[in-house]
């Protein structure tokens, strides 16, 4: 049973346009969220995140979103640009349990 | 540059041999954590350690992985025997005290044949 849910395998967006990458989950108790970017051959690596008393946080060309009642984030990432085409992780956690559940991932690709 | 170390990279065995997958934690994290990435679940949480004391390793097949610390600066997972089904990435990440802020190794392409 996916707790974390990324619908879209895949995305293709033209560079300098807007990239909305999308995630949904189920459990009502996650209170902290991630999003986090693999290139192939590399380990993941934190991109951005934001608290549940949030629902916005934004961090240069990258903002999340939080829709609790919808249980919906999602990653904006403006301008696209080539260096970003990779796999993007959403993740979630109940912060006292100190376990990180991922989704499946998006394949990012930005073409010129 | 402090990093992830995981060895090997890639492994390719045989159904039924003992795979060793070895982490070194970026120095003076002390909170270690494997994960496994397939196609169909995205990235599992296999188990975790703090301070080297095994925390939580419900999402391991009990039967044939096992997990741990014999020191501060070595992590490892082991499967015995493996399976086709094995076949996967698996991830080292090293924290301190949390996940927010850890670190994730390159990971070891796992192949059973």
């Known amino acids: 049973d996916q707790q974390v849910k990324q619908n879209s395998p895949s995305l293709s967006v033209q560079e300098g346009r807007i990239s909305i990458l999308n995630c949904d989950y189920t459990?009502?108790?996650?209170?902290?969220f991630l999003w986090y970017k693999k290139y192939p051959a590399e380990g993941p690596t934190f991109l951005i995140s934001?608290?549940?008393?949030?629902d916005k946080n934004e961090d240069g060309r990258f903002t999340v979103f939080l829709n609790k009642s919808a249980k919906h984030l999602s990653l904006h990432i403006v301008p696209s640009q080539p260096g970003d085409s990779a796999v993007y992780f959403c993740?979630?956690?109940?912060?006292?349990?100190?376990?990180?559940?991922f989704g499946t991932g998006t394949r990012l690709q930005v073409f010129p | 540059d402090a990093r992830v170390t995981q060895t090997p990279r890639h492994k390719v065995t045989e159904m039924g041999q003992e795979v060793t997958m070895r982490c070194q934690p970026i120095l003076g994290h002390n909170t270690v954590f494997w994960y496994r990435q397939t196609m169909m679940q995205g990235l599992e949480l296999l188990a975790y350690?703090?301070?080297?004391?095994?925390?939580?390793d419900s999402g391991m097949p009990k039967d044939r992985f096992s997990a741990e610390m014999p020191d501060a600066t070595l992590a490892t997972l082991k499967i015995q025997p493996s399976e086709p089904r094995d076949s996967a990435v698996y991830f080292c990440a090293s924290g301190l005290d949390t996940f927010v802020g850890s670190f994730f190794g390159s990971g070891t392409q796992l192949s059973v044949l």
């Open positions: 934001i608290s549940s008393i949030k």
């Open positions: 993740a979630a956690s109940e912060r006292r349990t100190d376990k990180l559940i």
């Open positions: 350690f703090r301070n080297r004391a095994p925390l939580d």
């Open positions: 459990n009502s108790m996650f209170d902290y």
